[in-house]
């Protein structure tokens, strides 16, 4: 499950909260509530840049209900190319979710 939000504001994955040090400057986890259940092989995406992101969020009126199936996904974003000033290698912030137990 991932929901907003516990009383400090913070998103939780599967009942745990999860620090995210990556957010955009300024920007809350979320700015609305929401509670879903994320289906077997199917994976729920949130932009680092919460008020400017058509994310899972955005999408859950739709087919899926926001979630998008394994087999969408074609590959990974490892790098910033454009513009050219913001070039950077990306980066998992892997202890962010060390804390999150597994799905029921």
Request: proline share 11%; glycine share 10%.
């Amino acid at each position: 499950t991932v929901e907003c939000c516990d009383d400090s504001g913070r998103i939780l994955v599967n009942g745990q909260p999860v620090d995210e040090p990556y957010l955009y400057p300024g920007d809350a986890p979320s700015s609305r509530e929401f509670s879903v259940t994320v289906p077997q092989d199917h994976f729920w995406f949130m932009g680092d840049h919460r008020s400017n992101s058509q994310d899972s969020r955005a999408q859950q009126g739709g087919p899926g209900g926001g979630s998008v199936p394994l087999d969408n996904i074609v590959g990974k974003a490892f790098l910033v190319m454009w513009p050219l000033d913001h070039f950077t290698v990306l980066e998992t912030p892997s202890d962010a979710f060390s804390d999150v137990p597994e799905a029921p």
